[in-house]
């Protein structure tokens, strides 16, 4: 599981899966959840683009999971 450092409140998964170089832009990110790939939030699928991500959740890609942690004081 790598962990994915935020310093904010929270991500969005569209954001998440830019970061983690799963797509290029934010267009391929709703093409990349309505037809290609499963995405697991907290072991649930969910295909919303502007989903907010926040600390400790997990998201699974691809047999890859990741886990939020925020660095926020």
């Given at each position: 599981m790598k962990e994915?450092?935020?310093n904010t409140e929270y991500i969005t998964l569209g954001?998440?899966?830019k970061m983690m170089n799963l797509v290029a832009t934010g267009g391929e990110v709703k093409f990349f959840l309505m037809q290609c790939k499963k995405v697991l939030v907290n072991?649930?699928?969910d295909r919303r683009r502007?989903?907010?991500l926040r600390d400790g959740d997990q998201v699974e890609?691809?047999?890859?999971?990741?886990v939020?942690?925020?660095n926020v004081d």
């Open positions: 994915v450092i935020i954001q998440l899966l072991d649930e699928e502007g989903r907010k890609v691809d047999g890859k999971r990741f939020i942690k925020a």
